[in-house]
């Protein structure tokens, strides 16, 4: 086990200090062949003002983290959460890779309080949101980029990508840590349009496209990749 750590670990630091968040990236952040297309926005919009709180792990963000704990075992966050939401109930479930030396519980706290917001999914009245210690309609996974790779398989998510695969929502480490400079906001923001981006997909919503300069980006537009003009946006009902 030891040397399949150390593999993952270099293989891990040499992906992600191979990529300089450079636009063009031709690798998908969720699964291939979604048709894009363009959403209106509102013209003018601020950015999101509420930061969520998240944990990291116990080490320095701007470098590169190796992995402390068990590379493929997932700690779930075991005590249930509440119900948001006005709409048919979706439930979900919250892991962490053993190897990101994440807290499980301080995770799930952050997602559920993405996904509790008012302009995330619930925003419409169209969906509810409970999250439960296992067995949920989707599973949000933290995962290292290494483990990322093989989870979202076939998509080539190259070290650097988040994806949703089947009924789960896995979100790469380093993006959880870092961001991307392609991303004109706060790592918080980009926390929280990561998180909605991917359970997007898993409520059934594809790709969409910048509609225009200036305007906000659609949540569901590739934002990890590039703005092409937009303002970055992590959420699907921004409000006025």
């Known amino acids: 086990m030891a040397g399949v750590v150390t593999v993952l670990a270099v293989a891990w630091v040499a992906v992600d ?3 300089g968040g450079e636009s063009g990236d031709p690798m998908a952040e969720a699964e291939a062949g979604v048709p894009v297309s363009v959403a209106s926005a509102p013209t003018t919009s601020p950015q999101a003002e509420r930061a969520v709180s998240a944990v990291s792990p116990p080490s320095d963000p701007a470098g590169v ?5 068990a590379v493929g075992e997932f700690l779930p966050a075991a005590a249930p959460g509440g119900t948001v939401g006005t709409g048919p ?3 979900y479930d919250v892991e962490v890779e053993a190897a990101t030396g994440v807290d499980p519980v301080g995770f799930a706290e952050a997602v559920e309080a993405i996904l509790a917001d008012a302009r995330s999914w619930i ?3 169209s969906v509810a949101f409970q999250r ?3 067995g949920g309609s989707f599973t949000v996974t933290l995962a290292t980029p290494p483990t990322t790779d093989q989870i979202c398989l076939p998509l080539n998510t190259a070290g650097i990508l988040s994806c949703r695969e089947g009924d789960r929502v896995i979100i790469n ?7 991307t400079t392609e991303w004109d906001g706060s790592l918080e923001e980009y926390r929280a349009m990561v998180i909605n981006h991917e359970v997007g997909h898993a409520l059934g919503h594809g790709h969409l496209g910048c509609p225009g300069p200036g305007q906000l980006a659609p949540v569901m537009m590739q934002q990890t990749k590039g703005l092409d003009g937009c303002i970055g946006n992590p959420w699907p009902f921004p409000g006025p």
């Open 17 to 19: 200090l191979g990529w």
């Open 65 to 69: 983290t190796l992995p402390v704990g």
């Open 89 to 91: 109930p979706r439930t």
């Open 123 to 125: 925003g419409d009245g």
């Open 132 to 134: 439960v210690p296992a």
């Open 173 to 179: 480490l380093t993006r959880w840590l870092e961001g």
